[in-house]
């Protein structure tokens, strides 16, 4: 069974950084894609970041790059994302997923003074 | 960016009833691989996304046969027949062929 545990989350000042972590199992974690992506508030969803298989490859829509930085360590079984210069629009559940197939139950990031 | 526009933005629907969801592209999304990613997803409350349907027609491990996806170049439609209980939620497409990879704004589905 995939489980995909996210955590980190938190309140965190305007301007201020967090790193969220998500640990994986029930699948070959080196094989997959991850991917992370954001419902603010009573909003939609909102893709944030994807990374390849061995991490040299990463990708982020304009509206985090040169912010958040994805990576992972496949031999933890686990993606992160770092998160900078946090802005109170960055308020949202963040969720990991792989494949896009299967998406952990989220973590809450509130960015506020 | 690709846009997503997705319609209607609520459905209501009664019990054993077909509705259909409207996906369309500001541009293909054929990729240069010849496949076309395009997805669906139902967000129930409270709950992380779950995919229903994957590149444009694959029902996901688990899915009923009572959702079925179609379409080609910038135009998709996700069909529920026979909807039932479980069915209600907030459902989103996403193509992952271009970067940025882009969702519709969701349809709820609801009961009439």
């Known amino acids: 069974e995939v489980q995909l545990v996210e955590t980190g989350g938190g309140l965190v000042q305007p301007g201020r950084s967090l790193k969220l972590s998500c640990v994986a199992s029930g699948f070959t974690f080196s094989s997959y894609w991850m991917y992370w992506i954001r419902q603010a508030p009573g909003k939609g969803l909102e893709w944030v970041s994807s990374?390849?298989?061995?991490?040299?490859?990463?990708y982020y829509p304009d509206s985090v790059k040169g912010r958040f930085t994805i990576s992972r360590d496949n031999a933890e079984n686990t993606v992160y994302l770092q998160m900078n210069s946090l802005r109170s629009e960055d308020t949202a559940t963040y969720y990991c997923?792989?494949?896009?197939?299967?998406w952990g139950q989220g973590v809450m990031v509130t960015v506020s003074s | 960016d690709v846009l997503m526009t997705q319609t209607p933005v609520s459905l209501p629907v009664s019990l054993g009833g077909q509705v259909s969801i409207s996906c369309r592209s500001s541009?293909?999304?054929?990729?240069?691989?010849?496949?076309?990613?395009l997805h669906w997803y139902l967000q129930k409350p409270g709950q992380s996304p779950q995919l229903l349907i994957y590149r444009v027609s694959n029902r996901f491990s688990g899915v009923p046969d009572r959702f079925s996806g179609s379409g080609s170049g910038t135009d998709f439609t996700l069909k529920i027949s026979r909807v039932e209980p479980e069915d209600l939620g907030v459902y989103y497409c996403l193509q992952s062929t271009h970067f940025p990879n882009t969702f519709g704004a969701g349809t709820k589905l609801e009961l009439k």
């Open positions: 990374i390849n298989t061995d991490g040299g490859s990463t």
């Open positions: 997923g792989v494949q896009l197939s299967y």
């Open positions: 541009q293909s999304l054929v990729h240069s691989d010849g496949n076309t990613y």
